[in-house]
């Protein structure tokens, strides 16, 4: 079975096999950056480390040095959801307002403002000295 075909039928599957699932995925996303490499392929791989936030945005952070993902909005809309899962409200919302700025159709640009606006208010709803981030904006 060809690799990207592979994945698909990975992907299929998922609600079938939820125990192991992120590394397949991951380990297919390997084998096709070996076969066709590129910076997308290499997002993608590092969005499936989803059990792992802190690799995965290691792998992102890492993107922009190879060139090619700076002014790709799905790169820092992934940078900040992996952020935002770590609780580093900060980042989050400076990679969701990168992806927003870099964002035309307005389908996209809604769903970033609305992840954006959720970020924003799970900020404001905390008690005050209790906030996750210093710099957050009351």
Do not use: W
């Not at 910076?39 to 690799?55: C, H, I, T």
């Not at 809309?77 to 770590?86: D, F, G, H, P, V």
């Amino acid at each position: 079975m060809p690799i990207k075909e592979s994945r698909l039928f990975c992907f299929s599957r998922l609600t079938y096999t939820p125990i192991g699932r992120q590394y397949r995925i991951v380990a297919l996303y390997d084998e096709l950056a070996r076969a066709d490499p590129s910076p997308v392929v290499e997002l993608n791989r590092a969005v499936a480390m989803r059990d792992q936030p802190e690799a995965g945005l290691a792998l992102i952070d890492a993107l922009p040095a190879r060139g090619g993902l700076e002014e790709y909005h799905l790169a820092h809309a992934a940078r900040a959801k992996l952020c935002r899962r770590l609780g580093r409200t900060a980042e989050a919302r400076v990679s969701y307002k990168q992806a927003l700025d870099l964002t035309r159709p307005d389908p996209e640009r809604r769903f970033l403002e609305r992840r954006l606006d959720d970020l924003l208010g799970s900020i404001k709803k905390l008690p005050s000295g209790c906030r996750s981030d210093p710099t957050a904006i009351d």
